[in-house]
């Protein structure tokens, strides 16, 4: 989530070079995203060309210049990690300013939005379905985006519907680049009877091509935990038929997919 630091210079008539005109230590460790440097007054002669100095060093490529005739410059992409005790010091290096100066620092603190453990719920709205089809495709609402690097703890649980015992269904699991840490898969059928927990024995790729005779009724449901390689992507439940066949194959409304990074 994002924390905006904001701190006020009170001063006037500055000009050349000036180091240190607002300090701002940092009381919570995160990754420095943006910087915005406003006047409260237009800047007038040259521009005002300002950096920012981390702990005694220049960050490079936090530049903020105020170009003459505005009141505000700004610098974003960055991706600078801070931590708890830093001190942060904008100077001014060339340029002039006549009003107040305020600082701004847009920091990631790594938490989610909804706070820390917060689950993210992913709902089937419609009936999908699979008619004369047995090539496995992504559901078209049970998936979400992985980031790289990036560890998830996923649970999944599918409804089928099956127009006749002839098309069945096949299913799994599909992401780019992920490593299966540990899960579970478990199946039931004939009026959504469970059937005996299975555990998934291969940690190394995502289940898929599993299959389950359901007729006319069903569920399928996983709880998985998945590391994210270098590269992101889509993760998503994916279903086909069985049997090539007129009848159709559908996951139901009230399917639902939840995640959550840790």
């Known amino acids: 989530m994002i924390n905006e630091l904001t701190k006020l210079y009170e001063g006037r008539n500055l000009s050349g ?6 300090y701002l230590p940092i009381l919570k460790n995160g990754t420095l995203k943006a910087v915005d440097v406003m006047t409260d007054e237009s800047v007038s002669g040259a521009n005002a060309i300002f950096n920012l100095h981390l702990n005694g060093v220049e960050i490079a490529g936090a530049g903020v210049t105020v170009n003459a005739g505005s009141r505000i410059g700004s610098i974003t992409g960055l991706d600078v990690e801070l931590t708890k005790g830093d001190e942060i010091l904008l100077n001014l290096v060339s340029g002039s300013i006549s009003s107040p100066i305020t600082l701004n620092l847009s920091v990631d ?13 992913v709902k089937k709205t419609a009936d999908e379905q699979r008619v004369s089809n047995t090539v496995l495709s992504n559901d078209a609402e049970l998936h979400f985006p ?22 069945n269904i096949k299913f799994g699991l599909a992401a780019p680049a992920v490593t299966l840490v540990c899960g579970e898969q478990r199946t039931g059928a004939a009026n959504f009877a469970p059937s005996s927990a299975t555990t998934i024995a291969d940690f190394s790729t995502l289940p898929t091509n599993q299959s ?5 009724l069903g569920f399928i449901e996983y709880k998985i935990t998945v590391r994210c390689g270098a590269g992101g992507g889509t993760f998503a439940f994916q279903f086909a038929q069985g049997t090539s066949s007129a009848d159709q194959t559908n996951i139901l409304a009230g399917s ?7």
Request: net charge negative.
């Open 17 to 22: 070079a000036k180091s240190g005109v607002i």
């Open 109 to 121: 603190d790594g938490e989610t939005a909804g706070g820390a453990g917060a689950w993210t719920t």
């Open 146 to 167: 992985i980031a790289a690097n990036k560890t998830y703890v996923i649970r999944l649980l599918a409804f089928i519907y099956t127009a006749s015992a002839t098309p």
């Open 212 to 216: 389950l005779s359901a007729s006319p």
């Open 256 to 262: 639902y997919l939840e995640y959550i990074e840790i």
